[in-house]
């Protein structure tokens, strides 16, 4: 455990300064700013809340897919890890996804976006070919639990009521032109 101040780490094998710790901070900071100009929820009544997008939304899910390819050359996936932290898929994207899917050009295209991404997440790991990229290096091991969780909660997440069927509408459209 390292102290910086005043906040104690307790993220295992990463002293104080280390490129890791420092390379994981820098990530976490970008990555909540953008997620949190994304937009968030309302209650417009007692019983009822809303999905209110940001003004830049569109911008941000971009930005977050250019932070999302970040981890093709990181072994430790950083950002996935820190998107499953964030619960963006749960509490943004699949919210964005079904206030817009369906209601026009514009809205449509953040929800293409925001299917994009979730595309990129759901995306199976090899376990066994990452292993074997490790044991050809000299990397530390890294461990593949936690992202198989986030696979398994954001999959789940995709099966809730109206999430394939806001899929599907933004997807058959362009499937239904003819040449």
């Known amino acids: 455990m390292a102290t910086k101040g005043g906040a104690i780490s307790i993220i295992p094998g990463q002293r ?9 901070s820098i990530l976490s900071r970008a990555i909540q700013n953008v997620v949190s100009a994304l937009g968030g929820f309302e209650q417009i009544s007692p019983t009822e809340t809303v ?35 964030c619960r963006v898929l749960h509490n943004d994207l699949i919210p964005i996804l079904l206030e817009t899917a369906g209601k026009g050009k514009v809205d449509d295209r953040c929800a293409l976006a925001c299917a994009d991404l979730i595309t990129a997440m759901t995306w199976p790991i090899d376990i066994a070919e990452e292993l074997k990229e490790l044991d050809d290096g000299d990397d530390a091991p890294t461990d593949y639990t936690s992202l198989l969780e986030a696979h398994r909660s954001y999959k789940a997440a995709i099966l809730k009521p109206g999430v394939i069927g806001a899929i599907f509408s933004i997807m058959l459209p362009p499937l239904a032109k003819g040449k």
């Open 16 to 24: 104080e300064g280390s490129p890791e710790e420092t390379r994981r």
């Open 51 to 85: 999905y209110v997008l940001g003004d830049s939304c569109l911008g941000c899910l971009k930005d977050l897919k250019k932070l999302w390819r970040k981890d093709d050359t990181d072994d430790e996936r950083t950002v996935a890890r820190i998107f499953y932290e």
